[in-house]
């Protein structure tokens, strides 16, 4: 596993600016990623549509399957697993994840290295 203390947190918006089942894009570190805040959860993941290619993630459609957190892509409607980026549709295809977390008041993302 890479070493994931030497990729910082960047600070991206207060958490009351997210809200509640709708998604919002933020550049972080030159990469563009899709926030959405579901109950007291936050997610992460990259806004590029994996199949059209497109930046619309943060435009997706939020809701669940089987008590799993989703967003469907708002082009073909592809749904994605928020929690571990897994298209629930078509096998094979994600969806990169980040990690998220709210430090006093603020939300923070963590690109991941790839190794």
């Known amino acids: 596993m890479s070493d994931t203390a030497t990729v910082s947190w960047t600070p991206v918006c207060p958490l009351d ?10 550049l972080v570190d030159g990469v563009q990623v899709a926030l959405f805040r ?26 669940s399957r089987g008590g799993v957190p989703t967003v469907a892509s708002p082009l073909h ?13 078509l096998p094979g295809v994600t969806l990169p994840r980040y990690d998220v977390r709210c430090r006093d008041g603020l939300v923070e993302v963590r690109l991941r290295q790839e190794e």
């Open 38 to 63: 579901l109950d007291d959860e936050l997610f992460a993941v990259d806004n590029l549509d994996p199949l059209s290619g497109a930046y619309v993630m943060s435009r997706g459609i939020v809701g």
């Open 17 to 26: 600016r997210l809200e509640p089942e709708r998604g919002v894009a933020a």
């Open 77 to 89: 409607k592809q749904v994605y697993d928020l929690r571990t980026g897994l298209c629930l549709d």
